[in-house]
């Protein structure tokens, strides 16, 4: 069995209503629950929410509410690993022989069902527990600066202000859309940011996190502007 686990709590500071808040046209969680159930690839797409308006909402996209996350896994501190843990065990609980899990962002209305079985297939090729999106940053990170508290400029790496751009190594970032592995690498806790995983590299512009109002803005203008192209696979 494959399953899809799409993390959704109600609380949300920053952008309250997040997880529903419309985005082109549909509620945010939408895009993300859309894409698992395109690509095909999952017997069961599952929302783990503690709020009722989520759950329902997620019920009317085609994905599962089969619990109440706990609430000792809906406050500000809980992590997206000890939500998808939680919901491995309740999967294994039912008696589901799971081979494979998928962690996929309720506010990632970019993730395409295509990269979600591409990913999958090379992750199959291997004896790895994860895959997972990533992509470059636009700016060599070797030639950061900060500002100090005195209001300062300084170089985070100053041995690198004289390299050339293109002689500095290539740095990436999580992309924040979705986390193929197999299910004993979660419970267990392995490290994601490690040898133990494969990157599934996505174009800068099809990427963009999505943590405060002008994020928002920004991804609804990048969302637009990719589906008018026909870049973007939706329904």
């Not at 992509?135 to 050339?164: C, D, K, M, W």
Request: aromatic residues 10%.
């Amino acid at each position: 069995m494959r399953a899809a686990i799409i993390p959704a709590r109600g609380g949300s500071k920053r952008i309250p209503g997040k997880n529903l808040k419309a985005f082109a046209g549909k509620p945010i969680i939408a895009w993300s629950i859309g894409a698992a159930v395109r690509s095909g690839l999952f017997d069961r797409v599952i929302v783990s929410t503690d709020d009722a308006e989520i759950a329902r909402v997620a019920r009317e996209c085609g994905a599962e509410v089969p619990f109440v996350r706990p609430a000792a896994l809906s406050d500000d501190h809980a992590t997206a690993f000890e939500v998808i843990r939680h919901a491995i065990g309740w999967l294994r609980g039912e008696g589901g022989c799971l081979e494979y899990a998928c962690a996929i962002y309720a506010t990632a209305p970019f993730v395409q069902a295509r990269w979600l079985r591409e990913s999958l297939r090379t992750l199959e090729a291997t004896d790895r527990s994860y895959i997972f999106s990533v992509t470059s940053f636009p700016f060599p990170i070797q030639r950061g600066i900060r500002i100090n508290s005195r209001g300062e400029v300084e170089a985070l790496h100053a041995e690198h202000f004289l390299t050339r751009s293109q002689d500095l190594e290539p740095a990436f970032h999580d992309a924040g859309q979705f986390y193929w592995g197999r299910p004993q690498a979660f419970v267990d806790g392995l490290i994601l940011h490690s040898p133990a995983a494969l990157p599934y590299v996505l174009p800068r512009y099809m990427v963009q996190d999505i943590d405060t109002p002008e994020d928002w803005k920004r991804a609804e203008l990048m969302f637009e502007a990719l589906r008018s192209s026909g870049e973007l696979e939706v329904s």
